[in-house]
């Protein structure tokens, strides 16, 4: 049986907030969301916003729309349908959380466990 995955974020991750090293910025951004984006990124490659403490967004209320993890959202950027949602989200969660916290890291498996339950584990 296959078991569809449903995308969720989980808190003490924020790796999707480390900001550089985005080359392809520009096939999904328009050229001032672009300069938006990179006046976010500090010396260190964080977000300005982040907060490393907690792994958190000062501005979550008030983040910008490229970093809503919504169907609405990534049918703009990436072309995404309502039903590829959910598959794609979470291979680019898997991406970033495997490249700041490791491809071994109990971040990576918190996240496995949140979206897919304990047969990921
Ligand atoms: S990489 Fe994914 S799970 Fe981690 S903070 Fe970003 S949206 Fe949440
Ligand atoms: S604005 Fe918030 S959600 Fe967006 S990259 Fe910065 S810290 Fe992350």
């Known amino acids: 049986m296959t078991v569809r995955k449903t995308w969720r974020c989980i808190q003490g ?3 999707c907030c480390y900001l550089a090293d985005r ?7 328009a050229p001032d969301e672009v300069a938006q984006y990179n006046s976010l990124i500090s010396a260190d490659g964080w977000c300005v916003h982040f907060q490393p403490s907690t792994r958190q967004c000062r501005i979550y209320d008030q983040r910008p ?3 809503r993890v919504e169907p609405e959202v990534f049918d703009v950027l990436y072309g995404v349908t309502l039903d590829e949602f959910d598959e794609f989200a979470i291979a680019c969660c898997e ?3 495997a490249d700041i916290h490791g491809p071994a890291s109990a971040e990576l498996r918190a996240f496995h466990y949140q979206v ?3 047969d990921q584990l």
């Open 13 to 15: 991750c924020g790796a």
């Open 23 to 29: 080359p392809e910025l520009d096939q999904f951004l």
């Open 65 to 67: 729309y490229f970093c």
């Open 95 to 97: 991406e970033h959380i």
């Open 116 to 118: 897919a339950g304990t």
